[in-house]
């Protein structure tokens, strides 16, 4: 019995870290610096590297910087925690830049940077486009008129620092990451909240 109410309360607790902030850390830029767009690569919670997208083209960030994130998949359509949640037309601007991450899994690397500055003129219309650039972000609205047919936005999660309005232009940004298929992190957190069930039951029959 003892051994059941310990297992339940570690799995409680595994199951509860899943949905906790992420502890976020800034491994490197392209070469050529961040002008280079995607990949940039970070570490969560010691893991990586990861591949992201930078979406923020005010704050700041260095290889080395770390901070805390909360993690969101796109396809929720919860966008509370993200940092470009109050402009108007927030859930069709992510969705935009959403889509255009996930170009980047069947377009030639030589084609990332002008989607990336696309995608940081989604968020910011100060960000001056090349021809390619505006080219990429004029697919990106035409597909938002059409309705992202057969897109899959749970293939998209965004990394949002937990102070997620910051108005220091020097710390952490912003940035979207293609979920791999499947999602390690959401099958762990199933599995545990699977075990955590057959638990309960095995305590609930103990008390017949």
Known sequence: MRKLIVTTVVLMTATWVCASPLSMQFLAFQSGGWQVGYPYTVSANGSGP???MCDDYEHGGAPGDAWLA???NLGSGNLSLLRF??????PTLYDEAGWLLLQTTVTPTSQWTDINFAVWYIFDSSVSLSPNAQYWLNLAQQEAQNGFPGVDFDRVGIYTPVNQYDPNMADAQEFLRIVPEPDTLTLLCSGLVGALAIAQRRIAKLKL
């Open 85 to 90: 949640n109050q402009l108007p037309g927030a």
């Open 70 to 72: 909360n993690l969101t």
């Open 50 to 52: 990861i591949d992201v």
